[in-house]
């Protein structure tokens, strides 16, 4: 496997993050110490396809667990995430994600008895 090294040609690779001034410094750190085995692992299994496995990796738990914070409702989860509710469903479906159907009349879905 072929190590892929960020070059620093005058380019601080890490220069934005953790910015002091960002809501969640803790969490910026963490996804940015992150990136470098994340990008030489998804370049060894899918070249050229590094961006969009990195979004998807992140994007398919995101998008659930709006979802489920939401109790499936899509208007309120695209809300939060500040997505059109089309937006919300048309990735969902590219991400195979199941989005629940709501029930009418904004109450939530009675489990199955057993």
Known sequence: M???KAEKDG???GADLPRSDHPLPGVSRLIADAIPRLVDQLAAA???RVHREALELLER???AHVLALTGGNQLRAARLLGLN???LRKR???L???LPRAARGGA?????SH
């Open 2 to 4: 072929e190590q892929i």
């Open 46 to 48: 899918q070249p050229g």
């Open 85 to 87: 509710r089309n937006t």
């Open 108 to 112: 939530a879905p009675k489990p199955a």
């Open 92 to 94: 969902c479906r590219e």
């Open 11 to 13: 380019l601080d690779v």
């Open 96 to 98: 195979g994600l199941a």
């Open 61 to 63: 738990p995101l998008l």
